[in-house]
Every structure is written in structure tokens, then in C-alpha cells.
């Protein structure tokens, strides 16, 4: 009878608080490991108390910072499951101590050079215990309420800040600026950062590792501001907010692995104004099948199209995508928007630097039951950013009649990547299988670099696994099929907006 009215009166972990987390290699070599790791969980620990965990890690290392990462997270749940004492902050420093150990005996027992930056959220009742170390990042955003950070970078450049000896915009210039004054891995006395703070309803959170916040290689900005994180966080859901971040990180070209944990506690206004939402959407559904663009929005219903925030003309990102109707030109999408649509029906994409216009970028036709998201985009011609673009269902035409530039993009799904580059004035058909990706070469020159495949026109290739099959000679009536997809049955390089 003691212990449970002791296990009752032990303030429990919010149970309609939501939280997701997305992230990504980032724009380095595909055979760059991933070193972050992200974890969420309700847990009970030994002495009774519900908490909801959210933990972020980033590794480093010359080799082996996703050893280190890995057991970091794993070693901080476990320690935190069986806390046997009543202090929360003891509880997060412990689970701390222990995950440096854990990384210490990885560095030993393997002879690697590696640490870890860790960043955690637990969360009971309406209380936030945040654990910290290294240079990953919390914040909090509230409504009415200026962005906060709540935690500090362990860097050595942001200690000479700290200290006066440099100002924030000379971080790009000053030697080792990144490179960690304090983590997990580096030595046996941790000295981490442990604070409580009183939660409000709406509130959301943000974990983050630094590929999301630190500048960019010309240092002119960061590849996301902090201006910009409010806005994304009250509008979207937390997965997708967490995508938007990291496709907007990942597209202004991080050169790191990136991830973005989002919590979301109750009483979001975004949920308040459903009832809105719903009129809104359903107008918009209108309009668009008036102008002949049928998207299917997926995900929360929020004020936003898709898996992106939508953006008002004049506050639009150079990394997005253009959907385009009839009268709809201009109509703008942040790069991470999931676009569906039904078996015969079809969206048209202008997108890779073209104008209001449509002129000068790639026209994307999508059909078959196509589900697609772009990840990140070319910002202008000649960029050397590479398109992502996972297509996981049906078919999408690729038209690059009035293109003013080659088109290099990267298919993804579960089932592997290839690597496609079309010239100016060329044309592909692409097809999702159950194996990968069929490639149908309409026009010009169509060249699969990763792996190495050169298609010409009326050549047919099936991607499977990462291995290219052999190229088979496909018929008009292929051709025309593919035609059809845009309104162009005789030639898929005259497709025309509906």
C-alpha cells in the first residue's frame, strides 16, 4: 500500500504530447556514414516515475562516430529505465556519466578516436529536465515569445566568444571553431549542462544536431536561421516540421549528417484552428482541380500544403518547389513536400531554377498513383547541388525541353538509389517497382552515373538493388504512353499545362 500511494503521487509523463524526428546524411559523399541518432520513448524508471524521453546524439570521429553515437542513446535509455532515485537532474547526469564511459570504452577496446555530443529531453508532467553536451541544440518556441536556445555548444569557438576573444560572424574564419571542448568520449571528468524548465501548453521543443545550425562554407548564414524556426514549428506537425528543417538544411547544402527532433505539447494552436483548416483545405482542393493540379494533401491538417510550409509570395526560399496550373503560376511548396496523386490523374512541377514562368527549369509530370517527395533542390543554373527525389509509387515524367541546363538528380527509395544526369532538350520516363526504378529514355541522352549506364533514346532500363540491367529498345506505343501522362500523346517534349 506505501509504494503505491508513493507511484501515484509521482507526476506522470504527458500522454497526448506529440513528437517525431526526421534526418539525413546531407549533401556529402553517399558513402558518408550516418553518426547522428535519434530516439523517443515513454519509459518507467525503477523508482516508479513515467518520463518522456527525447534524445538526440551526434558521433564524431575520423572513424567510428556512429559507434559512438550508438552507444551513447542506448546507454542513456537504459541508465535512465533504471534510475532507482527520485531527482530527475540526477537521474539525466547519471545517465550522462555512464554514456561517457560507454564511449570511452568503445575508443579503448577499438583504438578509435571518437566522442559524441548528447542532447536530452525528459519530460514529466508539465516540467522539462534538459541534459546537455557538446555542440547538438534545444530550443523552445513559443507563441507570443521570442525563440529561445537553451543549451550552449561546447565548441572552441564558441568558447572564444563566450570569452570576448571573437564576435559569432567570425565562427567561418576562426580555425577549429567547431571542434568540441567538451563530450561524451573526451575524458573521465564530464562537466555537462543540466537545467529544469516550467513548460507551457503549445510549447514546442526542438532537438537538433549542428549540421542543422551552424554556417554555411561562405559563412554568410546559417544553413537554417533561427528566424526561420518559429514559423516552421506552429505550423506543421512535428514530423513535418522536423522534415522542413532538415530538407531546408540539406538543400542550402550541409556539408553534415542533420537531424531534427520537434515535441509538440498540448494545446498547439495549430490544432485550435482546425475547423478553419478544414474550410480552407477544402477550397483549395477546389481551385485546384479548377486549374487541373490535383494534390492530395497528406499528413496534418494544418494551414500548409503537404509535408512543407506553404509561403506567401515575396517570403519564398530559393530551395523550393514551383507547382504550376493554368492560372497558378508562382504557387510555391518548400522543398520536403510530399506530393500523391491519384491512379489517372497528374500533377505538373516546374522546379530547378525556373522562373515565374515556368521557363528555364525541368517540367515534372506525375501520374500512376505517383507519391513523391523532393528533397532538395538546385538553387540557380549551374548549381552543383544534386535534386533528391524519392519517388516510392507510379510514374513521373521528366521533360527537359525548355531547360537552360542539365539536370542531375538522385532517385531514392527503400530499395537503393541511381544516380540520373538529363541534358537540355531531353526527356525520361521513370517508373516505381517493387525492385527499384524502371528508366525510359524519351529524348536525347540520359546518363545513370552511380550505377554506370548510358541510355539513348527509345532505350529501356530497369535499376534494381543498385545494379543496372541491360538496355532493351522500347516502342512508339511506350512512347505515346508516356505522352499521355503530360497531354502529349505524340511527343512527351511537347507536354502543355492543362
Known amino acids: ?84 532515485g527520485p531527482s530527475l537532474p540526477a537521474m539525466l547526469k ?21 566522442r559524441a555530443s548528447a542532447t536530452i529531453a525528459a519530460i514529466a508532467k508539465d516540467t522539462l529536465y534538459l541534459g546537455h553536451i557538446g555542440h547538438s541544440r534545444a530550443y523552445l518556441a513559443r507563441e507570443g515569445e521570442s525563440l529561445r ?14 570569452a570576448g576573444k571573437i564576435k559569432a560572424e567570425d565562427l567561418p574564419r ?37 549540421g542543422l545550425t551552424k554556417f554555411s562554407r561562405d559563412g554568410k548564414r546559417h544553413f537554417v536561421e533561427e528566424k526561420e524556426m518559429p514559423s516552421i514549428l506552429g505550423k506543421n506537425a512535428p514530423l513535418e516540421a522536423a522534415r522542413t528543417l532538415v530538407s531546408l538544411s540539406v538543400g542550402r547544402n550541409s556539408q553534415d549528417n542533420v537531424t531534427a527532433l520537434v515535441i509538440e ?124 527525389l524519392t519517388l516510392t509509387a507510379g510514374r513521373m515524367l521528366v521533360n527537359m525541353k525548355n531547360a537552360d541546363h542539365a539536370l542531375r538528380f538522385t532517385l531514392t527509395s527503400d530499395k537503393g538509389t541511381v544516380e540520373l544526369t538529363l541534358d537540355k532538350g531531353s526527356a525520361a520516363g521513370i517508373e516505381a517497382t517493387a525492385s527499384g526504378w524502371d528508366v525510359y529514355c524519351l529524348a536525347g541522352t540520359c546518363q545513370a552515373t552511380a550505377p554506370a549506364k548510358t541510355l539513348n533514346a527509345k532505350d529501356h532500363v530497369a535499376f534494381a538493388g543498385g545494379k543496372a540491367g541491360e538496355a532493351e529498345v522500347f516502342d512508339d506505343a511506350k512512347k505515346n504512353e508516356w505522352g499521355r501522362l503530360c497531354g502529349a500523346p505524340l511527343s512527351p517534349l511537347d507536354c502543355k499545362l492543362p
Open 1 to 84: 500500500m506505501v509504494a503505491n500511494s508513493k507511484t501515484t503521487s509521482i507526476p506522470a509523463a504527458p500522454t497526448d504530447l506529440l513528437c517525431d524526428f526526421h534526418q539525413e546524411i546531407g549533401a556529402v559523399s553517399k558513402d558518408t556514414p550516418q553518426e547522428d541518432c535519434a530516439r523517443k520513448e515513454k519509459i518507467r524508471t525503477t523508482s516508479g516515475q513515467e518520463v518522456f524521453l527525447a534524445v538526440v546524439c551526434d558521433g564524431e570521429g575520423v572513424k567510428g562516430g556512429e559507434r559512438a553515437s550508438e552507444a551513447a542513446i542506448r546507454t542513456i535509455f537504459n541508465a535512465c529505465k533504471g534510475y532507482d
Open 94 to 114: 547519471q545517465a550522462l556519466d555512464e554514456a561517457n564511459r560507454a564511449v570511452i570504452k568503445i575508443a579503448n577496446d577499438e583504438r578509435l578516436n571518437v
Open 149 to 162: 536556445r537553451l543549451t550552449t555548444d561546447h565548441t572552441q569557438g564558441e568558447d572564444l566568444v563566450r
Open 174 to 210: 576562426t580555425p577549429k571553431a567547431y571542434e568540441l571542448s567538451k563530450a561524451l568520449g573526451l575524458g573521465p571528468d564530464l562537466q555537462a549542462d543540466v537545467t529544469t524548465l516550467e513548460l507551457k501548453r503549445g510549447d514546442h521543443l526542438l532537438l537538433c544536431t549542428d
Open 265 to 388: 505539447m498540448p494545446g498547439a494552436a495549430r490544432l485550435k484552428k482546425s475547423y478553419t483548416v478544414q474550410i480552407a483545405v477544402g477550397v483549395s482542393i477546389l481551385l485546384a482541380l479548377a486549374l487541373g493540379v490535383f494534390v492530395i494533401l497528406q499528413g496534418s491538417k494544418s494551414a500548409n500544403c503537404g509535408q512543407g510550409e506553404f509561403y506567401l509570395k515575396g517570403d519564398v526560399p530559393k530551395d523550393i518547389l514551383v507547382i504550376s496550373g493554368k492560372e497558378n503560376k508562382g504557387a510555391t511548396y518548400y522543398c520536403g513536400t510530399r506530393i500523391t496523386v491519384g491512379a489517372s490523374d497528374s500533377t505538373h512541377l516546374f522546379f530547378d531554377a525556373a522562373d515565374a514562368n515556368g521557363k528555364g527549369g525541368a517540367l515534372l509530370s506525375l501520374g500512376g498513383g505517383a507519391q513523391l517527395i523532393a528533397t532538395y533542390l538546385a538553387a540557380h543554373a549551374g548549381d552543383s547541388q544534386t535534386t533528391l
